[in-house]
């Protein structure tokens, strides 16, 4: 008797399990980035894990770079080798510390030339699942302040928007990623389309979509963000045209490939743009002409 | 305790998988280190059905909480995996190299078009783009396959305590045979 009793509790907890991830699907289509009480809970014991098998394997990466220069030294000249050896490793350290600082020289100077207000952040993962393009990242600061939406670059160019926030780590959904889209421009014809990340047999790549084909693309032309539509800044570089591939002679717009300037593999350091600009007083210099429109939109 | 050994197993590997890859000069498709898990287990006739299931959800949140993916994706999918290889075994018996990696072949493929349906009906604007990578990431996940079962079974097999009780653990016999050492004068 037991067993029809025993096979019933079985599909029963099966068919529970599925349903109660039927249940989180829904949720997450309804309050998409929105996250509850447990997965909080349960984010703020990996973060730190994720966190520091991240900064283990960066070392180990860095320890095996320079296992393979003082292999390197060893073979070319034996008689100097004790010298080579701490010279290189010297060199390597300070090579390593300089390209350090000058990364934070960089974010830092973005952060001065942006009138918006933006928080810096730690990279701990990129790119877990190649189904969504996500990279993790732990705040500085500014704990709270950080929401939905809000966009994140580098120097290099846009990273991506917030996706969903949890104490102090946060989500980017990467501009790689097929549900991110940015109004963009390319400087040298003018043209203006919406760029998408295209999650397929490239990799990291981009597409822009709408691009008028009047103002035909070439392959290594530049495309910027264009402010509108969004709030990223205007004029950030977003990447380069890489393939253009042309529409049919009846079709009104032309497809075009974007790689994006920013390497997603490498990203270490970032800012989260968390608010626009501060408004322009006109009564602080009335005889100033009002400066181009650079910097953030309004959120919506 | 054996799903939360397996639990714990699993996040490791998802993390260490996402570790390693950050290392890799290129930009790389991993194996589905998740599905994989899920399959060992619905693979191993001492797992309950109800089991699988539970292990495969459990698994599934996490990675959706590890990779960022809305929540409930990959926890549907893995649930839903875990009951097509249960089946599976109902059918042919999975052992060898061969029908392993195929079998995970098989698993990997289907997971990520499930993967990639499920998102384009909880997100729209991403489309069914990356259609694409499922059958590299199915091929890469059936190769890995094999060493990766092997190797929890091999750590199931220390942590089992009905093996230990049964002296069939390494451990257990090295304890013993340590025991015996010590009581002879």
Same mark, same amino acid.
């Given at each position: 008797?037991?067993?029809?009793?025993?096979?019933?509790?079985?599909?029963?907890?099966?068919?529970?399990?599925?349903?109660?991830?039927?249940?989180?699907?829904?949720?997450?289509?309804?309050?998409?980035? =929105?996250?509850?009480?447990?997965?909080?809970?349960?984010?703020?014991?990996?973060?730190?894990?994720?966190?520091?098998?991240?900064?283990?394997?960066?070392?180990?990466?860095?320890?095996?770079?320079?296992?393979?220069?003082?292999?390197?030294?060893?073979?070319?000249?034996?008689?100097?080798?004790?010298?080579?050896?701490?010279?290189?490793? $010297? #060199?390597?350290?300070?090579?390593?510390?300089?390209?350090?600082?000058?990364?934070?020289?960089?974010?830092? $100077?973005?952060?001065?030339?942006?009138?918006?207000?933006?928080?810096?952040?730690?990279?701990?993962?990129?790119?877990?699942?190649?189904?969504?393009?996500?990279?993790?990242?732990?705040?500085?600061?500014?704990?709270?302040?950080?929401?939905?939406?809000?966009?994140?670059?580098?120097?290099?160019?846009?990273?991506?928007?917030?996706?969903?926030?949890?104490?102090?780590?946060?989500?980017?959904?990467?501009?790689?990623?097929?549900?991110?889209?940015?109004?963009?421009?390319?400087?040298?014809?003018?043209?203006?389309?919406? #760029?998408?990340?295209?999650?397929?047999?490239?990799?990291?790549?981009?597409?822009?979509?709408?691009?008028?084909?009047?103002?035909?693309?070439?392959?290594?032309?530049?495309?910027?963000?264009?402010?509108?539509?969004?709030?990223?800044?205007?004029?950030?570089?977003?990447?380069?045209?890489?393939?253009?591939?042309?529409?049919?002679?009846?079709?009104?717009?032309?497809?075009? =490939?974007?790689?994006?300037?920013?390497?997603?593999?490498?990203?270490?350091?970032?800012?989260?743009?968390?608010?626009?600009?501060?408004?322009?007083?006109? =009564?602080?210099?009335?005889?100033?002409?009002?400066?181009?429109?650079?910097?953030?939109?309004?959120?919506? | 305790?054996?799903?939360?050994?397996?639990?714990?197993?699993?996040?490791?590997?998802?993390?260490?998988?996402?570790?390693?890859?950050?290392?890799?000069?290129?930009?790389?498709?991993? +194996?589905?280190? !998740?599905?994989?898990?899920?399959?060992?287990?619905?693979?191993?006739?001492?797992?309950?059905?109800?089991?699988?299931?539970?292990?495969?959800?459990?698994?599934?949140?996490?990675?959706?909480?590890?990779?960022?993916?809305?929540?409930?994706?990959?926890?549907?999918?893995?649930?839903?995996?875990?009951?097509?290889?249960?089946?599976?075994?109902?059918?042919?018996?999975?052992?060898?190299?061969?029908?392993?990696?195929?079998?995970?072949?098989?698993?990997?493929?289907?997971?990520?078009?499930?993967?990639?349906?499920?998102?384009?009906?909880?997100?729209?604007?991403?489309?069914?783009?990356?259609? !694409?990578?499922?059958?590299?990431?199915?091929?890469?996940?059936?190769?890995?396959? +094999? +060493?990766?079962?092997?190797?929890?079974?091999?750590?199931?097999?220390?942590?089992? +305590?009905?093996?230990?009780?049964?002296?069939?653990?390494?451990?257990?016999?090295?304890?013993?045979?340590?025991?015996?050492?010590?009581?002879?004068?």
């Amino acid at each position: 008797m037991s067993g029809p009793r025993q096979k019933l509790r079985e599909v029963a907890t099966v068919a529970a399990t599925a349903l109660v991830a039927l249940f989180l699907l829904r949720q997450s289509a309804r309050h998409p980035g =929105e996250l509850g009480m447990l997965d909080r809970g349960v984010l703020a014991v990996l973060s730190p894990v994720q966190g520091a098998l991240s900064s283990v394997g960066r070392n180990i990466g860095n320890l095996a770079g320079r296992y393979v220069d003082l292999v390197h030294v060893r073979t070319e000249n034996e008689t100097f080798r004790r010298d080579n050896i701490r010279l290189r490793a $010297e #060199l390597l350290e300070a090579k390593r510390g300089a390209s350090e600082t000058a990364r934070l020289q960089r974010i830092l $100077e973005l952060r001065d030339s942006i009138t918006a207000e933006t928080i810096a952040a730690r990279v701990i993962s990129v790119d877990t699942s190649p189904y969504f393009r996500i990279a993790r990242v732990t705040l500085d600061r500014g704990e709270g302040s950080v929401t939905r939406g809000m966009p994140v670059i580098t120097p290099e160019g846009v990273v991506g928007r917030i996706d969903r926030v949890a104490g102090s780590t946060a989500d980017i959904q990467l501009a790689v990623d097929p549900r991110f889209a940015i109004d963009v421009f390319l400087p040298r014809s003018r043209g203006r389309g919406i #760029l998408r990340g295209k999650a397929g047999e490239n990799g990291f790549r981009c597409a822009i979509e709408y691009l008028v084909r009047g103002q035909p693309a070439e392959v290594g032309d530049q495309v910027m963000s264009s402010g509108l539509g969004s709030n990223f800044p205007r004029d950030l570089p977003v990447g380069r045209v890489t393939r253009v591939i042309k529409a049919g002679t009846n079709g009104l717009y032309q497809e075009v =490939e974007v790689t994006p300037d920013v390497d997603f593999v490498r990203l270490s350091e970032v800012l989260v743009v968390v608010a626009p600009p501060p408004a322009a007083d006109p =009564e602080a210099n009335p005889r100033r002409t009002a400066a181009p429109a650079r910097g953030v939109v309004m959120y919506r | 305790m054996r799903i939360v050994s397996t639990v714990i197993i699993a996040l490791l590997l998802v993390l260490l998988q996402a570790t390693v890859l950050e290392l890799a000069p290129v930009q790389m498709i991993a +194996p589905a280190c !998740g599905i994989l898990v899920v399959l060992y287990a619905a693979f191993s006739q001492q797992w309950s059905l109800s089991s699988v299931a539970v292990l495969a959800f459990v698994v599934g949140y996490l990675f959706d909480l590890v990779s960022g993916a809305p929540l409930g994706v990959h926890a549907f999918v893995y649930v839903m995996i875990s009951q097509f290889a249960r089946l599976l075994t109902t059918r042919l018996v999975v052992r060898g190299f061969v029908l392993t990696a195929g079998a995970a072949f098989v698993a990997a493929l289907l997971g990520g078009v499930l993967v990639i349906v499920v998102r384009a009906q909880v997100s729209p604007e991403g489309g069914y783009d990356g259609l !694409g990578q499922v059958p590299i990431e199915g091929l890469i996940t059936g190769l890995f396959a +094999p +060493p990766i079962l092997w190797l929890l079974n091999q750590i199931e097999g220390r942590l089992d +305590p009905a093996r230990l009780r049964v002296g069939l653990a390494r451990r257990r016999r090295r304890a013993l045979t340590h025991a015996a050492s010590n009581q002879r004068p």
